[in-house]
C-alpha cells in the first residue's frame, strides 16, 4: 500500500497524520509513505524527521493525495480537498459526517471508502480513536472558559478558583464521557465548584469516585440542565452520540437566562453542538457574543496543543492504519469494531447513525 499524509489546511489545524515513528512502521512493514513537505512544521516535526524514517517527501497536496491508496489525515476534506476524492482511495481521519452532509455527498459520489476515526470501537462499545483528543479538548475546555471569562476578553471578570472570602467559579459540565471528566477534572484542579451531568447513572457513579467530594453530579433532564446552565459562569458541552448529531439540550431560552459575561464552550460542535446557539467557529475568529453570552464553537480545538495532539493521535491510530494498509476489506472483516468505523463506501453512506442524522 502507498499511504499518504497531506498537510492539514482546516483553518489553525497544525496536527498531522503520522510521525516518524508510524512511518517506520509502515516502511517496515512494507509500505511506501508520502508525506507532503511541511506536513508535521506545525506539530515541531520536520521532512528530515519523516525522510529518516523511511519517508517519501512529496512537493504538493496533488502528490501526497493522489499518489496514494490510502491517505491518512486528522481532519476531515474540507472543500478545497474534494477535488481528491477518488473511487479507489481509502480515507482514514476523523469525519463527523452528521455535521457536514455536503462532504457526505461527496464521499458517496466519489464513491471513496471513508473510515471515520470517531466511529471506530473497542470490544467494549469505547471509542479508542476519539478517545485521546476527546481528552485534549476537554482539558482544553476548561482551560479556554476560564481565560475568556478575564474582564480583558469580556467575560465577568471571574477567577474560576476564586480566592479566600469571595465566591469560586462555577462550571457545568454537560456529558460525563471522555470529555465531560477531562473539563471537570481540570476545573476542580482550579478549584472552581463543578457540576456534571449526564443521563447514565453509571458515568454520574463513576464520576463521583473518581471526584470524591470534589463535583456534583446531576441525572440529565430539563429541570436539572436549565437551572445548571443559568447558574454556570462556565458552560461546557461534552455529549457525544456516535455518529449522529449531538443532542440540543441547552434552549436559546436558557441562554438568555445566563448571566451577561457567562460562557459556553461547546465541545460537541463536531457533531453540530449541545447548545441551540452554538455555531462552528475557527481559530482565525474562535468567539461570538449572543444574548451577552460568550460562545466558542473551534471544530478542531486539539489544533491549539498540536504537538500533544498528534503524538496522542497517533499511539491510537497506528495500530488501525498498519491493518488497514495491509488489506481494508481483510482487515474491516476480522475488527467489527474497525468495521464500525467505515461511514462510505461503494456511493453509499454505510453508518446507520450518520444515514439517520443525514436523513
Request: negative net charge; aromatic residues 0%; glycine residues 16%.
Given at each position: 500500500m502507498i499511504v499518504g499524509v497531506p498537510r492539514e489546511v482546516k483553518v489553525g489545524e497544525m496536527r498531522v497524520g503520522l510521525v516518524p515513528a508510524g512511518v517506520q512502521a509502515l516502511v517496515d512493514a512494507g509500505h511506501r509513505v508520502l508525506?507532503?513537505?511541511?506536513?508535521?512544521?506545525?506539530?515541531?516535526?520536520?521532512?528530515?524527521?519523516?525522510?529518516?524514517?523511511?519517508a517519501e517527501i512529496v512537493a504538493d497536496a496533488d502528490a501526497a493525495w493522489g499518489g496514494a491508496g490510502m491517505v491518512v489525515k486528522v481532519k476531515e476534506p474540507v472543500p478545497a480537498e474534494y477535488g481528491f476524492l477518488r473511487a479507489d482511495l481509502v480515507l482514514f481521519t476523523y469525519l463527523h459526517l452528521a455535521a457536514v452532509p455536503e462532504l457526505a455527498r461527496r464521499l458517496a459520489g466519489g464513491r471513496v471508502t471513508a473510515i471515520a476515526y470517531e466511529t471506530v470501537e473497542a470490544p467494549d462499545g469505547s471509542l479508542p480513536?476519539?478517545?485521546?483528543?476527546?481528552?485534549?479538548?476537554?482539558?482544553?475546555?476548561?482551560?479556554?472558559?476560564?481565560?475568556?471569562?478575564?474582564?480583558?476578553?469580556?467575560?465577568?471578570?471571574i477567577l474560576l478558583g476564586g480566592v479566600p472570602g469571595v465566591r469560586h467559579g462555577r462550571v457545568t459540565v454537560l456529558g460525563a464521557g471522555s470529555v465531560g471528566r477531562s473539563a471537570a477534572r481540570v476545573a476542580i484542579g482550579m478549584g472552581a465548584e463543578v457540576t456534571l451531568i449526564d443521563r447514565d447513572l453509571r458515568r454520574l457513579e463513576e464520576a463521583d469516585a473518581l471526584f470524591p467530594g470534589k463535583v456534583e453530579t446531576l441525572m440529565s433532564n430539563r429541570?436539572?440542565?436549565?437551572?445548571?446552565?443559568?447558574?454556570?459562569?462556565?458552560?461546557?458541552?461534552?455529549?457525544?452520540?456516535?455518529?449522529?448529531?449531538?443532542?440540543?439540550?441547552?434552549?436559546?431560552?436558557?441562554?438568555?437566562?445566563?448571566?451577561?459575561?457567562?460562557?459556553?464552550?461547546?465541545?460537541?460542535?463536531?457533531?453540530?453542538?449541545?447548545?441551540?446557539?452554538?455555531?462552528?467557529?475557527?481559530?482565525a475568529e474562535p468567539t461570538y457574543v449572543l444574548h451577552g453570552v460568550i460562545h466558542y464553537g473551534v471544530t478542531n480545538m486539539p489544533a491549539l496543543v498540536p504537538r500533544t495532539s498528534t503524538f496522542a493521535l497517533t499511539n491510537a491510530t497506528l495500530p488501525y492504519a498498519l491493518r488497514l494498509a495491509d488489506g481494508v476489506d481483510a482487515a474491516l472483516a476480522a475488527d467489527p469494531g474497525l468495521a464500525k468505523g467505515l461511514n462510505a463506501k461503494a456511493g453509499r453512506i454505510t453508518h446507520p447513525a450518520v444515514l439517520e442524522a443525514l436523513a
Open positions: 508525506v507532503q513537505a511541511g506536513a508535521g512544521e506545525g506539530s515541531g516535526i520536520p521532512d528530515a524527521a519523516y525522510r529518516g524514517a523511511g480513536l476519539l478517545a485521546p483528543m476527546s481528552e485534549v479538548a476537554g482539558r482544553l475546555a476548561t482551560q479556554i472558559g476560564a481565560t475568556l471569562l478575564q474582564k480583558d476578553r469580556g467575560g465577568q471578570g429541570t436539572n440542565i436549565e437551572a445548571a446552565a443559568v447558574d454556570a459562569d462556565l458552560l461546557v458541552g461534552g455529549v457525544l452520540v456516535t455518529g449522529a448529531r449531538a443532542p440540543v439540550l441547552v434552549s436559546e431560552e436558557t441562554v438568555r437566562r445566563m448571566r451577561p459575561g457567562s460562557v459556553v464552550v461547546d465541545v460537541a460542535i463536531d457533531q453540530g453542538g449541545t447548545v441551540a446557539t452554538i455555531r462552528p467557529t475557527t481559530h
